[in-house]
Structures are given as C-alpha cells and as structure tokens.
C-alpha cells in the first residue's frame, strides 16, 4: 500500500534534484503531489483541418510528414523545419532547439500535433506544443490536457509525467475518507476515480463528476473544520461590563475628536459588552481608518470595569507600536499595559507572566506569544485581535480560552465579499468603519515603467525629503524566501547610497534581522533619525509613521493589488499630502491593468473586488489571506449551490457529533486536522 505521507525525494523516480524543483510548489509529500491540481484544462480534442485554420487558435491537426530538415542559423540554435499535409492541405512547423525531433520523427509518418495557428501576411505556420505519433487507439492521441500552475524549470509535461507515473503505478490507490453515506447521498464518486480524473480526464463527463466531488469535499472541509475549531460559544455566559463614566475622560484626553464612523463602531461594540450574550463582532475598516483607538477603548472599558484585556497583533513591529501608543493614553489612567512578544529575555517574560497572572497588568499586548500556554490571565474579560486574517483559524481561538467567555473583537482592513464573510463568521456580527479621519488626502499613485526608476529616486525623493518627509522604499518577496528577500533588500540599500543618496540617511529592514534590531530601526524612523527607510513586506500592515509620505514599490507586478494597497496604506497617514509611486518591470496587458486600478482608486473594497476579478478566487482566498486550508477547486461564487449543501451537511454533522468522535467521522476528522494543520498558518516573526 502506497504512504501519503510518504516524503516526495523517496518517490520513486523523483529524486532529489527534482524534488527541489517540487518544493517550491510546496509540494513535499506524496499526499501534496496528487493533489496539486491542475488550473485549467486544454481542450485538445478538438481536430481541425489544415485549410479551416483561423490565425492564433489553438487546436489539434492530424497528418503525414512530407518533408523534414534541420539547419543551424548561428551557434547554440537549431531549427528543424517539417512540412505536414492532410487532405486539405499543407503547413509548416519549425521546432527551436529540439534535436530528439529529428530522431523520433521521419517523412511519412503520420502524426498528431496540438499547437497554434499563426497567419502572416497570407503565410500559414504552426507553432507547435506537442507532437505525437498517431495512434489508432481511441484515447490515446486528443485528450483534454491538464494545466498545471508551475514555477520555472518544471515544465508542464514533466510534471504530468512525474504525477502520471505515480497515478499508474499498480498497487497505487488513495483510500476514501468520505463517510458511505455521504457520498451515496449526494452521488459523490469515490476519492481515487476523482483523483485520477482531474490529472487524467478519460472524458468530459468523468473531469465533471471528478470535479464535483472535489469541490464538495472541500467545502464540507472547510465548513466543518470551521465548526469543529470554534469555540462553544455559550450564548448566555457572557460577562455584562457596566458602561463607565472615565471612558468618556479618555475620549476626551484623545489628541483628536473621534470621527463618526469610530463613535459608531465603538456604541456597537458597548452596547454588545453590556448585554450578557458573549461579543463576537468583526470591525473591518480600510487602512488608516483609526481601528486601533476603537480597540484601546474596548480594551479600557473592560479594564474599568476591574477585568483584564489582551491584543494581539500579527508582528512584534505592530505589537510593539501598539504599547507605545497605549502607554502614552492610558498611563496617565492608572491603566498598566505591558508588551509580550518573543524577543523579551527570558528573564523579561517571566516577570510580565507573573505580573499578568496577579492582574497587576490590565492589558497584555503581543505576538502570537499571548497564546502559549504559560500565559495565564487572573480575570480576563476581553480579546482582541488586530489584522486577524494573518492569524490562523485555531490561533485565534486559542486566546479566548484564556478566559471564562471572554467577548471577542477581531479587526480587519481586508474587505471580505459577504458569501466568504458567511462561511468565515456565520456568527459574528459586523462594524464597519467607512471613513477616514480628517484632514486625509487622498494618496496619489503613479505607476512608472522599470526604465524611468531613477527619475523617481532622483527627483520625488529628494524634494519629499527636503520638504522634511520620509520615505519608504519596498522591495518584494523573492520567490517565498526571506533570506533571499533579505540579500535583496540590503543590495538595494546599498545601491541607493552609492547611486543617489550619499547624503541622506538610509536605514534598513527585513524579516531576518533579530526583533529588537527591528525596533531599534522603527524608533530611528518614528525619530526621524532616517530618511529613506528601505523595507521588506515586513512593513505592510499597521505600521504607522505619519511623517512618511513618499512610498516607493519596487517591482510593482509581484504584488496582489490587496497587498499593494495595505503597503501603500503607510504613507497618507498625517495631514500632508502623499504619494506612491509603483516601479514595474512587465509590459503584460494584466500588469497594466492593474497598476491602472492602483492609480484610479484607494478605495479598498474596490480594490479587493478588482483582485478577485483578475486573479480568481483560487489564489484571493488562499491560506495567506485567512489562515484556512486553500480552495483549490471550489470557488464560492461559481458553486454556491454545493457550497450551501456542504454547509448543511457539515452543519448536520456536528450537530450529530459535536467533537467527531463517533467511528464513520474519524477518517474525515484526520482529514480536517491535516488541512488545518499549523504548517499551513504562517508565522511573520
Ligand atoms: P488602522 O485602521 O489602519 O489600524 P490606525 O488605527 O493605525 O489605522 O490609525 C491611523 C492614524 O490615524 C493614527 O495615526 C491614528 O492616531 C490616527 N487617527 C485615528 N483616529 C483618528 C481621528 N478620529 N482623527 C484623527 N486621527 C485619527
Ligand atoms: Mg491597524
């Protein structure tokens, strides 16, 4: 019997070299290879004759060879050249640097070749993409073809075959995890036929029923694991805070007046502290619209009424900026904030443990640190967590255990479309701040191609930096490394010294440099010790310096347009005007596409409904969004009817058997625990 869990270097005929080129496709199992789904399908059934040929359509031809030669235009390339006739007529197809051509290949065979048309000038050619003998067995030549999405040195076809080969090794099948009477009542076919049909669809028909299958199963997953996560949150139990006179003294020791979005949000949130049901309430509200005050005043109001209250925040930078702003509002309030993050001492942990325990902390900020299991509050009333979609499913509601039904608050810029909000908060209810503090100017975004870079660094730099801004400068992910990204980043640094900037001061920050270098150059900058600070994505949620006005994006085109926006959402946060400008170096149709939506709008449910549109679900929900297990095949506008039976029959489940204990649920439970599992929750620090 085959192992999934079974590491993909040990497979036979993968090795390592190839299992390298896997792992970038974060494919290291044997579990993680069947499943990597292709993206879309080529339909190569479709033959066409040579004279019906229309200009860049891609199709299937069938014919004989009627001519073959090679020549070599200069060195290091060679072209061999094959004419192909059917009854209708004749073309021409070159293939670039492939000699087994010429060995596999010879006049008079007959052939099938998928490809592409290409009509010039009355010159007829074909590209080809695969060429094949022609085989008289049905099946065999015209399949529908299988896409797969790739990164580079793998191609399509080799990672065909190797998925292929496994697939049709002999003992090979995977073992159904569906209860029988799931898949009887919904018609469901088994995992193994649907596994090998969406790598190697015999037909239509069989890629659909593969397909529904698939996608019923990982709705039912998600719902399910969603269910079977949450916390039993008891309606009645909940702690009824008393509303408190001092709140207002704070409101009114705030260095501004609250806008009314805040004050609405933040009546909303009282109004659920006070009754006896537990809060559960989501406060979304785009970049810079003032989320955090709301959340130190919910944290406070908790507070004066003698419970504690803990906030958790997906970066030690973030965290760490949270308890300054904290300290200097609510100090003078007798109320004791204290910071957790892993950088502390040991030493340093332990004393604000202790102090957390004997409730002389009010309230704990933090990393994911706040839900190890040492931290042990006295009497804690209140959670909440800032920018929550970084933070995974079971994190989140591991620090509501803390508490006896604390009421929890989770806080958002991430616009999430209401199908997604449904299945994500079922339960929770909803504030939304839809507006920005006063004195706000729009930023202005301007997108510039790769060759026009230094203009920007030469001229919009240093005239924000002489008005007395400062200015970041991102530079992007390189392929899912932060080491790399690090090497990247301070290359950049070191560029922009020696090119434009010998005389300002610039500073430096990536995810590899140890916590407290970080907070030694986020004080720099806040100081305005530093002009130019160059970054990593490090810097894209929270961080607030309002004296920052300029925002410089490097390779622009590597970004999602959401993350672009939380980037850009640093800059534009004080009274001056701002400006992002985005460097890109790619002349696809997309790529202008989207830089055009940057410049058009800031606004960021707009923003998000644009990306979703260009990239498809698939990748908008993927586990980096939200901490769940990745749709790979569902997509919750294009099947929301099976959505809704998934959610039914998930909801049936655990109402039947709240924790999966019962036999038939357990293989489905061990499905659950695997897609949820922590490798898929990512950890920024
Ligand atoms: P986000 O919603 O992105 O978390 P923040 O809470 O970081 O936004 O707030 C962004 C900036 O706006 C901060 O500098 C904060 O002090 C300021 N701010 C918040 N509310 C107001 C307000 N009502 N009037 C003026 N400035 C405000
Ligand atoms: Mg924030």
Redesign the pocket.
Known sequence: MNDLNKEIQFVKGIGPKRAEKLHKLNIFTLKDLIYYFPRQYEDRSKVKKINQLENEEKVTIKGVITRMDSYSPKKGMNIIRMDMRDDTGYIKLSFFNQEYIKRAFKSGDSIVVFGKVKIENNFKEFVPIEIEHYSSKPQSNCKIEPVYPLTYGLSNKELQGIIRSVLTKEEFKVKEYLPTYILEKYKLCGIDFAVRNIHSPSNKEALKIALYRLVFEEFLILQLGLFYFKNGVNESSGIEFKENEKLNDIIESLPFKLTKAQNRALSEITQDMTSSKVMNRLVQGDVGSG??VVALLALASAVLNGYQGALMAPTEILASQHYDSFKEILERFNIKSELLVGSLTKKQKEKVLEKVKNQEVDILIGTHSLIEDKVEFKNLGIVIT??QHRFGVRQRGRLSNKGDSPDILV?T?TPIPRTLALILYGDLDISIIDELPPGRQPIETIAIEHKRRNEAYENLVRSEVQKGRQVYVVCPLVEESEKIEATAASELVEELKREFFSDLRVGLLHGKMRPAEKDAIMDDFKNKKLDILVSTTVIEV?VNVPNATLMIIENAERFGLAQLHQLRGRVGRGNHKSYCILIYNSKTEVCKERMAIMEETTDGFKISQKDLEIRGPGEFFGTRQHGLPELKVANIFKHIKILKQAQLEARYIIGQDRRLQLKENQKIKEEILYKFSEREEISLN
């Open positions: 989320k955090t800032d920018e806080m810029a929270g």
